[in-house]
């Protein structure tokens, strides 16, 4: 049968406007494809920020509580160490960290309990690292004092004596540490103020420990609490109000 010029006009436009269609379609899964990828990373966006934020605010109490507690302590024994027979051995108390650990674990059982991200997981081990770290180098040290090991260490003068003892500089190393644990939790929760604090307590902090070897290097300690923990904290918490 032989197809009229009127017949292959029409088919020709038929096979234009289906073209035409599954084209048009085409665009439309693509344009769709992009849109929901552009969403998607919108939403991660949008979540960790919000997380961020969340933790931020929630972050004072901690804070606090844990500058609190290393202020008081590292003032008791900078007293004991230097007023008592006790000496150097005062330093035993701050295993009294670990019962504030145990309330603060005990205290966020008894409220709701905020779902982990990736951001609040983040900062938790890199605070638990830090204190698995400085645990380690604590228990290592009393060891080592306990078994009466001999190793050389710099000597440095002791307070109102011409005698000199060996010294390991465990507080300014660990004051560094808070600091640079500090600073990375600044950075991660884009907050200027515990990024900057936390800065200028673990440089500072550490060069007097150095300087102030002793039973004043605890004063030291307390102050980087103070500046590195307790005054941001404060600031946080004005902020939220």
């Known amino acids: 049968m032989r197809i009229q010029p009127a017949d292959k006009l029409f088919a020709e436009k038929q096979r234009i406007k289906t073209f035409t269609y599954n084209l048009k379609r085409k665009n439309m899964e693509s344009s769709n494809i992009d849109m929901t990828a552009e969403r998607s990373l919108e939403i991660i966006s949008r979540t960790i920020e919000e997380s961020r934020q969340r933790i931020t605010r929630g972050s004072?109490?901690?804070?606090?509580?844990?500058?609190?507690?290393?202020?008081?302590?590292?003032?008791?024994?900078?007293?004991?160490?230097k007023n008592t027979s006790a000496g150097a051995a005062a330093n035993g108390l701050w295993g009294a960290l670990g019962l504030v650990a145990l309330a603060e674990q005990r205290y966020k059982k008894r409220h709701p309990k905020i779902p982990q991200t990736f951001v609040s997981k983040t900062i938790s081990q890199i605070w638990g690292s830090l204190?698995?770290?400085?645990?380690?180098?604590?228990?290592?040290?009393?060891?080592?004092?306990?078994?009466?090991?001999?190793i050389p260490l710099p000597m440095i003068p002791?307070?109102?004596s011409p005698e000199s003892f060996g010294y390991f500089p465990i507080t300014a190393l660990i004051i560094l540490l808070m600091g640079i644990a500090g600073m990375i939790t600044g950075r991660i929760l884009k907050s200027t103020v515990i990024t900057v604090c936390c800065y200028i307590a673990g440089i500072l902090g550490s060069f007097l420990a150095l300087v102030y070897a002793g039973p004043y290097e605890m004063v030291v300690l307390a102050g980087v609490a103070v500046v590195g923990l307790i005054i941001p904290a404060l600031i946080i918490k004005i902020r939220e109000e």
Do not use: R, Y
């Not at 004072?60 to 160490?81: D, E, F």
């Not at 204190?131 to 004092?145: E, W």
């Open 60 to 81: 004072w109490k901690s804070m606090l509580i844990w500058g609190v507690a290393v202020t008081v302590i590292a003032l008791t024994v900078g007293h004991l160490w």
């Open 131 to 150: 204190g698995i770290m400085a645990g380690s180098i604590g228990l290592f040290m009393g060891m080592l004092a306990l078994l009466q090991v001999s």
């Open 158 to 160: 002791a307070p109102n």
